[in-house]
């Protein structure tokens, strides 16, 4: 007991001492606690669309939506539209938007109601599928935007698959949406439509010179840019082949061109061949026609080339030299007028059948009025029947006409060759022309339709054949090979 009360004492003892010795702390110690790691991962922000996207969706039912997806275009891609439709739809409705970034489901569903449209025979159900197709585009501007993109698209199938189910005018109406939407930037397939319905328009006067002066700059900009751009080769090649011969066949229309297009156009010729008088004197014509300022330099340095290397002895007083001063002027309407003057007033039929066929180079050459052009020249070939020049023209109009009469390539645009090769066969039997015409011939036959193209269509090379537009002659069929 002794020794238990002394060790306890002791123990006390060092326990004093011991807390005597440590360092004192003003607050108490505490346990340190772990603070939690932060999630420096960054969040997936959600596509900036009001329409539900595949995230949007439940795990189960997402993954779902997304083997339909898989499925329908497999299908579309196997061209089993019908298969493809039952998961197109189910894909489509519950996620119209899909991840938030890809479009294709609405183009597919056009493509899914296309078919049924084109195999429908009822005309109520092809109007239904065609105010679905409708919804699907007004659905992915809900969902993505761009209404310009969708109003050309509209504009393109009405044109093209879905012809007088709406009037030219509403096309019109929805084209002019999707450029004035995209400017410059204007989607290619938009370019040749728009193109031939404003030509149409400007031609007949069915809007105003205003309007169409307008719309043809805003394509000639789009046709500049999108060429340059790098971009869809293929098929702004196809729009160079059409839509800008569509284009300068409006120089005829007084006024819708200005100084600048001219000058632009028409000054570089002088640089190739500026000595050759008839390259002056269309330059000289063309800048006066487009109102350019007769004092102006580039007029002026014109008038200068022209007077040093066009004299002509000027004809005797009367309407022939009121006509070539007009046409020099170029004042190419005024200049058509004085002509036919001379005509009725002359009783040569060499001079008849001479200045008939000028009316009808102005017209060609100038003012682009094709069915005028043949008219003339048809009268001068009456005049003088063993003359060739009349027909070489007239070849040279149906050759012409590719773009005027179809797409600028492909079967219309193609077989506007056969009028224009028996044109040229006619201009043969002259001495005159007939080493022009064997040449033009031999170039234009390349251009004809093929064997598969005629047999495609249940024809046969050597049959009559009725090319339509403007041309309106039976001809013979031929193939390119």
């Known amino acids: 007991m002794k020794y238990l009360s002394y060790s306890i ?16 702390t003003s607050t108490p110690v505490t346990e340190k606690k772990e603070e939690p790691v932060a999630d420096t991962k960054p969040k997936k922000k959600r596509p900036n669309t009001p329409c539900t996207i595949l995230d949007d969706l439940s795990p189960a039912l997402k993954d779902d939506t997304e083997t339909a997806y898989v499925l329908y275009k497999d299908f579309i891609k196997l061209k089993k539209y019908n298969q493809a439709m039952p ?8 996620a119209p938007a899909a991840n938030g970034r890809i479009k294709y489901q609405f183009e597919d569903g056009i493509i899914l109601y296309r078919d049924l449209y084109d195999r429908a025979e009822d005309p109520d159900m ?21 209404p310009g993109y969708v109003a050309g698209r509209k504009a393109f199938d009405y044109y093209y698959n879905f012809p007088g189910v709406i009037s030219e005018d509403d ?35 069915t809007i105003s010179l205003e309007e169409g002066r307008e719309y043809v700059t805003k394509l000639w900009k789009a046709i500049e840019y999108g060429t340059s751009s790098g971009k869809s080769k293929e098929a702004w090649a196809i729009i160079q082949e059409y839509a800008p011969k569509r284009l300068e066949n409006l120089e005829g229309v007084e ?10 156009k028409y000054l570089p010729l002088l640089e190739e061949n500026g000595e050759s008088c008839d390259t002056i004197t269309m330059v000289y014509s063309r800048l006066l026609w487009g109102n350019c300022d007769r004092e102006g330099a580039d007029v002026a340095m014109v008038r200068a080339a022209k007077d040093k290397n066009c004299y002509t002895p000027p004809p005797p007083e ?43 180079k102005i017209y060609y050459r100038d003012i682009k009025n094709y069915p005028e052009s043949r008219r003339y020249a048809l009268k001068a070939a009456q005049l003088k029947p063993e003359s060739g020049e009349p027909y ?39 001495p005159a022309t007939s080493a022009e015409a064997r040449k033009l011939i031999a170039t234009y036959w390349q ?30 069929i031929r193939t390119a090979d």
């Open 9 to 24: 004492i002791v123990g006390m003892c060092m326990s004093i001492a011991f807390s005597a010795c440590s360092p004192k």
């Open 171 to 205: 096309i019109y109406a929805l084209f002019k949406e999707a450029i004035d939407a995209k400017g410059e930037k204007a989607d290619y397939f938009i370019i040749n439509p728009f193109a031939k319905i404003v030509s149409d328009k400007i031609i007949n006067k």
């Open 318 to 360: 009367g309407p022939l030299k009121k006509a070539f001063n007009a046409y020099n002027e170029g004042q190419y309407n005024q200049a058509i007028q004085l002509f036919r003057e001379f005509v009725d007033l002359t009783q040569d039929p060499e001079k008849k059948a001479k200045y008939n066929l000028y009316i009808a």
């Open 447 to 476: 251009y004809m339709p093929k064997k598969e193209d005629v047999f495609f269509r249940q024809l046969q090379a050597g049959s009559s054949f009725k090319v339509g537009c403007w041309i309106q002659e039976t001809t013979t």
């Open 126 to 146: 092809k109007a239904t599928y065609l105010d679905t197709i409708m919804q699907i585009y007004d659905k992915r501007v809900e969902c993505f935007g761009d």
């Open 255 to 264: 006024g819708l061109y200005d100084c600048d297009y001219y000058t632009q």
């Open 392 to 430: 070489l023209l007239i070849g040279k109009l149906y050759a012409s006409s590719g773009p005027l009469c179809g797409p600028g390539r492909g079967w219309d645009s193609q077989i506007v060759t056969w009028p224009a090769i028996d044109m040229f066969e006619k201009a043969k039997n002259d």
């Open 87 to 94: 998961y197109w739809r189910k894909a489509y409705t519950r």
